[in-house]
């Protein structure tokens, strides 16, 4: 598969491929807070080309197998809007069940942000982000993760009464990376993960631990030493990322990982 396009070869050897990225180069991220008005938590997230609205409801109850169990959850859908793409796809409603495109990558949004939330001090209530896909050219589920955290948080923060634990226990954030003709690159857009060798999909703590790697070898294999270079590419993207979303969130990044007095005890009424 013949993808010289790609890529041209600058003075000094220096890579650049077809949109002048270099090799580790993310693509321009923009994070909008507070994007639509009546969800608690909501931002739109650009990523070059890529956009996608992200959404955060909470709701004062859990699911059945979790009442009484002082714990609550955190879970994710995510869609394309049927002019997202080059050409339409039709809305999963009208098709009557969802693709199993759409369950996989909704569950791993909610995998990634439950790993980042302690459940039992979110308390017996649910939260849904809805990421919704408006303008895709590749990587819309590491977009998503990565603006849905800043949804997340801000929906949290909204309901946080400032004492006890903030839920939020640390920084996530997502990045696509992969393997065309010249070898690892980050965040790939469509021209280049429709034919990457390798695709791979990495999401990662602000301490820096894995929460998922999901890696394919779509025209080929790779070694463990690519392997090892698409894992170093991801956690220098991943911890630009979470700088854009320390930065968005201002003073409010400042609450995730703390834990703060509890709240006074209630005495009755009228006792000293």
Known sequence: MNNSA??????????MRSDNRTVGQLRPIKITRHFTEYAEGSVLIECGKTKVICTATIEENVPRWLKGSGQGWVTAEYSLLPRSTKTRVSREAARGKQTGRTVEIQRLIGRALRAVVDLKALGERSITVDCD???AD???RTASITGAFVALVDAIDYTFGGFGKFPI???CA???????PEGPITDLCYEEDSAAVVDMNVVRTGAGNLIEVQGTGEHGT????????LLDLAESATDELMAVQRNVLGSVA?????VYPDAPAQT?????
């Open 6 to 15: 790609w890529y041209t070869r600058h003075k000094g050897g220096v890579v």
């Open 133 to 135: 896909v408006i303008q």
């Open 138 to 140: 590749g990587g819309t």
């Open 169 to 171: 226990t640390d920084f």
């Open 174 to 180: 997502a990045i696509s990376v992969g393997i065309g």
């Open 222 to 229: 790779f070694s463990r030493e690519e392997l090892n270079q």
């Open 254 to 258: 400042d609450k995730i990982g703390k």
């Open 268 to 272: 009755a009424e009228g006792e000293q």
